[in-house]
């Protein structure tokens, strides 16, 4: 019989979605440590006693993936082989009631906001002197950080503001302090994330600080790249290109989902831009920065969006050439100003305009790496595969961009190291090349 009594606890902490969830995941582990709570993340031992998912509740494939690992989960507490339940999060923020319902086996359900209250239920008193201490689950070299919560855009088709809140800048000493500490740590690359970086500062100190915080942020000893994620085009200030170009430690990259190009789309998700401000907006990114690296995202089969309207996406597409692109189908959500249009794009039409776009940025990727064989790149690598090191140009982000790869076989490089790499050889995303320092 288990005597429940006598078991220290240990935790499991699983994460779902993004980066930002991975951050808040990070954070919470960061004080339950200080609490002296054992505690990991995305355990496989099986060994733990308490489990708490971090769920996302951004479109309907993460949904899914969030229900059936809370559905696994709760299996096994039927089974005993945990003690406790607990679920927190983007799902939990937005279905709570309805979650409580269909699933009553999980202990308790937890918003986005509830830290304090997780920590007691788990046993731990939450310190607010922690302030960038947190349990990092990337690889040494590099870290994320989140610079605010929450987002002010009215964009139609998105349900983070109803799961994140209102904008909420991160103060600029909070977060050099964090940089300070994970630099200590090893880490040489920040990426930085948030709902909308280019809001930043706007509600505390009343003027967009993203500029301000970079210069900041570059004078920490012992970080060498300072990467930019999820930038929002419109009122994107300007400034931030300057600092991109004449600061060699802010990478020459820019995250900035734009989601379509169509007038009627754009106006009709509320993006407040147009096709010719989108145009010349990176028009500007360029002419400024001439080699950036521009990601974007792009959503297809909004409602409303015809035949036309796709052509048009693709034609901009061939013609923007962006060096990194993803794509989303449309996901028609609950409590949005979009879901009160009619869903009107099957499914099918969705995957394979989805597919078509993707099949087009693959040449343009292949095209742009093409042109890189015989230059030679400072590369950090992050990892080792069976033959390979494995690392990233500036112009690229972990985990979605391209990867370079360098022959295990005939070189040796230490995981987290900067190597001048020559590139020899390219597919459609990844480089190959040879160390040359």
Same mark, same amino acid.
């Given at each position: 019989?288990?005597?429940?009594?006598?078991?220290?606890?240990?935790?499991?902490?699983?994460?779902?979605?993004?980066?930002?969830?991975?951050?808040?995941?990070?954070?919470?582990?960061?004080?339950?440590?200080?609490?002296?709570?054992?505690?990991?993340?995305?355990?496989?031992?099986?060994?733990?006693?308490?489990?708490?998912?971090?769920?996302?509740?951004?479109?309907?494939?993460?949904?899914?993936?969030?229900?059936?690992?809370?559905?696994?989960?709760?299996?096994?507490?039927?089974?005993?082989?945990?003690?406790?339940?607990?679920?927190?999060?983007?799902?939990?923020?937005?279905?709570?009631?309805?979650?409580?319902?269909?699933?009553?086996?999980?202990?308790?359900?937890?918003?986005?906001?509830?830290?304090?209250? #997780?920590?007691?239920?788990?046993?731990?008193?939450?310190?607010?002197?922690?302030?960038?201490?947190?349990?990092?689950?990337?690889?040494?070299?590099?870290?994320? #950080? @989140?610079?605010?919560?929450?987002?002010?855009?009215?964009?139609? +088709?998105?349900?983070?503001?109803?799961?994140?809140?209102?904008?909420?800048?991160?103060?600029?000493?909070?977060?050099?302090?964090?940089?300070?500490?994970?630099?200590?740590?090893?880490?040489?690359?920040?990426?930085?994330?948030?709902?909308?970086?280019? +809001?930043?500062?706007?509600?505390?100190?009343?003027?967009?600080?993203?500029?301000?915080?970079?210069?900041?942020?570059?004078?920490? =000893?012992?970080?060498?790249?300072?990467?930019?994620?999820?930038?929002?085009?419109?009122?994107?200030?300007?400034?931030?290109?300057?600092?991109?170009?004449?600061?060699?430690?802010?990478?020459?990259?820019?995250?900035?989902?734009?989601?379509?190009?169509?007038?009627?789309?754009?106006?009709?998700?509320?993006?407040?831009?147009?096709?010719?401000?989108?145009?010349?907006?990176?028009?500007?990114?360029?002419?400024?920065?001439?080699?950036?690296?521009?990601?974007?995202?792009?959503?297809?089969?909004?409602?409303?969006?015809?035949?036309?309207? +796709?052509?048009? #996406? @693709?034609?901009?597409?061939?013609?923007?050439?962006?060096?990194?692109?993803?794509?989303?189908?449309?996901?028609?959500?609950?409590?949005?100003?979009?879901?009160?249009?009619?869903?009107?794009?099957?499914?099918?039409?969705?995957?394979?305009?989805?597919?078509?776009?993707?099949?087009?940025?693959?040449?343009?990727?292949?095209?742009?790496?093409?042109?890189?064989?015989?230059?030679?790149?400072?590369?950090?690598?992050?990892? @080792?595969?069976?033959?390979?090191?494995?690392?990233?140009?500036?112009?690229?982000?972990?985990?979605?961009?391209?990867?370079?790869?360098?022959?295990?076989?005939? =070189?040796?490089?230490?995981?987290?190291?900067?190597?001048?790499?020559?590139?020899?050889?390219?597919?459609?995303?990844?480089?190959?090349?040879?160390?040359?320092?």
């Amino acid at each position: 019989m288990r005597t429940k009594s006598f078991i220290k606890n240990k935790i499991n902490v699983i994460t779902l979605g993004c980066s930002k969830n991975l951050y808040d995941s990070e954070v919470l582990m960061g004080q339950l440590t200080a609490n002296k709570i054992d505690c990991e993340h995305q355990s496989i031992k099986n060994d733990e006693n308490i489990v708490v998912i971090n769920t996302c509740g951004f479109i309907d494939n993460a949904k899914e993936e969030s229900i059936n690992t809370i559905l696994e989960q709760s299996k096994r507490k039927e089974l005993n082989k945990i003690d406790k339940l607990y679920v927190t999060g983007c799902l939990s923020e937005r279905y709570k009631p309805e979650l409580e319902k269909e699933i009553p086996n999980v202990d308790q359900y937890f918003g986005t906001t509830d830290l304090p209250n #997780l920590l007691k239920v788990l046993g731990a008193d939450y310190k607010h002197e922690l302030i960038g201490e947190r349990l990092t689950t990337t690889p040494r070299h590099y870290a994320y #950080l @989140k610079i605010s919560e929450g987002c002010n855009r009215p964009c139609s +088709f998105c349900a983070i503001p109803l799961m994140r809140g209102k904008h909420k800048s991160t103060p600029i000493e909070h977060l050099v302090k964090e940089a300070i500490i994970l630099a200590k740590k090893g880490v040489k690359e920040l990426i930085l994330i948030a709902q909308d970086l280019t +809001f930043y500062g706007l509600d505390i100190y009343k003027k967009r600080k993203l500029a301000d915080l970079l210069i900041e942020l570059s004078k920490v =000893n012992g970080i060498e790249w300072i990467r930019l994620h999820y930038a929002f085009p419109t009122g994107f200030p300007l400034d931030v290109l300057d600092v991109i170009k004449n600061n060699n430690k802010v990478c020459n990259y820019i995250d900035i989902p734009l989601q379509h190009i169509n007038d009627n789309i754009l106006k009709s998700m509320k993006r407040g831009t147009s096709h010719n401000k989108t145009v010349k907006l990176l028009k500007d990114f360029r002419m400024k920065v001439p080699d950036i690296a521009i990601r974007s995202t792009l959503i297809v089969g909004y409602p409303g969006e015809t035949e036309e309207c +796709f052509l048009e #996406l @693709k034609k901009w597409v061939r013609n923007t050439k962006f060096d990194r692109l993803g794509v989303f189908t449309y996901s028609h959500e609950e409590n949005t100003t979009a879901y009160n249009l009619q869903d009107d794009v099957p499914e099918k039409i969705k995957k394979l305009r989805a597919e078509e776009i993707m099949d087009i940025q693959s040449q343009i990727s292949f095209d742009l790496n093409k042109k890189k064989i015989g230059q030679t790149f400072k590369v950090l690598f992050d990892r @080792k595969e069976g033959n390979y090191f494995i690392g990233r140009t500036e112009f690229d982000s972990p985990d979605v961009d391209n990867e370079v790869l360098v022959d295990a076989r005939y =070189n040796y490089i230490r995981i987290g190291d900067f190597k001048n790499i020559k590139i020899t050889k390219t597919d459609h995303f990844d480089l190959y090349g040879e160390v040359v320092d």
